[in-house]
């Protein structure tokens, strides 16, 4: 015997959930990319090897630069996706955005210390910034995600019709 399906519809709590989705998604793919382009460099990334004790920093900082540039991309996308987030309540959507943010939290734990230091002998206060707000927001948002779908059961606080 076949299940019915249930249907759902919005909460009030839905276009808020994608109203802040959209918002930290537009601050998230500024910071990863100021972060990626801005902040990191070749020299920037020679001096965290140095700082690490690597044998040749300078001829493995080009190759590790372009490693971490193409994450960097890889979470530019993926927080750039977040934006449909404004007019699209898709399931598959919902988890990549979970996903994206999850991971992205991790950010502080799987740079190298030395990044840090490195980044704030370059810039200050003002380089670990970028990556800060889209680590720590990432968090957060995560959270929103999760406690949401705890408390409605369902992906974009939707509930039963």
């Not at 979970?98 to 950010?107: D, M, R, Y």
Request: aromatic share 8%; with cysteine.
């Amino acid at each position: 015997m076949k299940k019915a399906r249930q249907s759902l519809t919005d909460s009030s709590a839905t276009r808020k959930l994608q109203i802040t989705i959209f918002l930290c998604s537009v601050i998230f793919t500024i910071g990863t990319t100021i972060h990626n382009f801005v902040i990191i460099d070749s020299s920037l990334i020679e001096s965290m090897m140095q700082m690490a004790g690597v044998a040749d920093p300078a001829s493995e900082a080009s190759g590790f630069t372009l490693d971490f540039r193409i994450v960097g991309c890889v979470y530019i996308l993926g927080n750039a996706l977040g934006l449909l987030a404004l007019n699209s309540r898709s399931n598959i959507l919902w988890w990549v955005i979970l996903l994206v943010n999850i991971t992205q939290a991790t950010g502080p734990i799987m740079i190298p210390s030395s990044m840090w230091t490195a980044v704030y002998d370059a810039y200050g206060v003002l380089g670990i910034l970028p990556s800060a707000i889209t680590d720590g927001g990432a968090i957060i948002l995560s959270f929103i995600m999760i406690i949401s779908m705890i408390k409605y059961r369902t992906t974009w606080a939707k509930k039963a019709a």
